[in-house]
């Protein structure tokens, strides 16, 4: 009889592992049945002519969703600008052969307030708004901010600053800016 349940007992386990395994595999199997989604705005991203960020917000409440989605796409538009600014800043501070610790912080620092003014400044390049089935709201949202007119101010900045006034070069932070806006899309094939 102990052996019977004991039999029972070892056969429902066996069993048990097999659908276990079964349905193990036929996960595998869906994840090989891959669909690409389309993703709304996502075709908008950083490219030679301009600094991009995508944001994406989920809430009941529209407004929140909004502000949600645009609050991520102006951290991600403000981290790629960043990226891109100091290494123009950095190869420009170097090939400038300026004094690079105190020259390198001033530029850094107005650089950083230049990133700051030209988000309050951006224009929604994208945005899509759908609804789920349960009734929350999903905003998808792009922002840009024009690379010229970011030059400009960068530009601006480093004339009204006394200690980057004189030794500043337009033409030679310009070219390095593009080369570096170019490059970045490359990578990116944008």
Same mark, same amino acid.
């Given at each position: 009889?102990? +052996?019977? $349940?004991?039999? &029972?007992?070892? !056969?429902?386990?066996?069993? *048990?592992?097999?659908?276990? /395994?079964?349905?193990? @595999?036929?996960?595998?199997?869906?994840?090989?049945?891959?669909?690409?989604?389309?993703?709304?705005?996502?075709?908008?991203?950083?490219d030679?002519?301009?600094?991009?960020?995508?944001?994406?917000g989920?809430?009941?409440?529209?407004?929140?969703?909004?502000?949600?989605?645009?609050?991520?796409?102006?951290?991600?538009?403000?981290?790629g600008?960043?990226?891109?600014?100091?290494?123009?800043?950095? +190869?420009? $501070?170097?090939? &400038?052969g300026? !004094?690079?610790?105190?020259? *390198?912080?001033?530029f850094? /620092?107005?650089?950083? @307030?230049?990133?700051?003014?030209?988000?309050?400044n951006?224009?929604?390049?994208?945005?899509?708004?759908v609804?789920?089935?349960d009734?929350?709201?999903?905003?998808?949202?792009?922002?840009?901010a024009?690379?010229?007119?970011?030059?400009?101010?960068?530009?601006?900045?480093?004339?009204?600053?006394?200690?980057?006034?004189?030794?500043?070069?337009?033409e030679?932070?310009?070219?390095?800016?593009?080369?570096?806006?170019?490059?970045?899309?490359?990578?990116?094939?944008?």
């Amino acid at each position: 009889m102990k +052996k019977n $349940v004991f039999f &029972a007992a070892f !056969a429902a386990v066996a069993v *048990a592992a097999a659908l276990v /395994s079964c349905g193990g @595999q036929k996960s595998i199997t869906a994840v090989n049945n891959e669909k690409e989604v389309a993703v709304p705005c996502d075709d908008k991203r950083t490219d030679k002519s301009y600094f991009r960020g995508i944001g994406v917000g989920q809430s009941k409440d529209l407004n929140a969703a909004r502000e949600k989605a645009r609050m991520n796409a102006n951290a991600e538009l403000a981290g790629g600008m960043s990226t891109i600014i100091k290494s123009v800043a950095e +190869k420009y $501070v170097n090939d &400038a052969g300026q !004094a690079p610790a105190d020259y *390198a912080e001033t530029f850094e /620092s107005m650089t950083k @307030q230049v990133i700051n003014q030209e988000i309050n400044n951006v224009s929604v390049c994208c945005n899509k708004t759908v609804q789920t089935q349960d009734g929350m709201y999903k905003v998808y949202l792009a922002v840009e901010a024009n690379k010229d007119e970011v030059l400009k101010a960068i530009e601006r900045n480093a004339a009204a600053n006394k200690k980057l006034e004189t030794a500043f070069n337009r033409e030679k932070f310009r070219e390095q800016f593009d080369a570096e806006m170019a490059d970045f899309a490359k990578k990116n094939g944008y």
